[in-house]
């Protein structure tokens, strides 16, 4: 049962700085299981380069994958938090249901729709393995911190 009233600000912001904590997580988790070996390029660099028309510097792409990175995260934890306000069942299995999710909506479909990445069809099962755990590591790290932001930062009760 909740204890304390809805909130769409605590939400989104409990939520963003969340995301930034699970795009941590998962960067962390690429560097222990990455998705992809040596030569392929992630998605954000992907993304840079058709924006940009050309390669950039390998410092300006790793500096770009980044912010896309987090920012994506971010944005998705704001969403996901604010969503956590009104429909709590979205907090499932300690945000893994969350994190799963966001894989099947991403590199299982969007991205290779755009052409960000390959089709599922295509990858690597190392890259498909390793895509799905470190997005269900996002997720449970958004929840984890979304959940301890909510109650002891943004703690309005009702």
Do not use: C
């Not at 969007?110 to 755990?133: C, H, M, N, Y």
């Amino acid at each position: 049962m909740q204890n304390r009233t809805p909130s769409t600000s605590a939400g989104l912001a409990a939520g963003f700085l969340a995301g930034l904590a699970g795009s941590a997580a998962k960067a962390a988790a690429e560097a222990v299981y990455p998705p992809r070996i040596e030569g392929q390029k992630p998605p954000p660099v992907v993304l840079v380069r058709k924006i940009a028309g050309h390669r950039l510097g390998r410092r300006s792409e790793a500096r770009a994958m980044k912010y896309i990175h987090y920012g994506f995260g971010a944005l998705v934890g704001a969403a996901y938090g604010w969503l956590a306000e009104y429909h709590p069942r979205v907090t499932a299995g300690s945000g893994a249901l969350f994190g799963a999710s966001l894989n099947l909506m991403t590199h299982e479909t969007t991205l290779p729709l755009l052409g960000l990445s390959d089709s599922p069809l295509k990858q690597k099962p190392r890259e498909q393995v390793s895509e799905a755990v470190t997005h269900v590591v996002f997720g449970v790290a958004v929840e984890l911190t979304r959940r301890l932001l909510r109650s002891k930062v943004f703690h309005k009760r009702a």
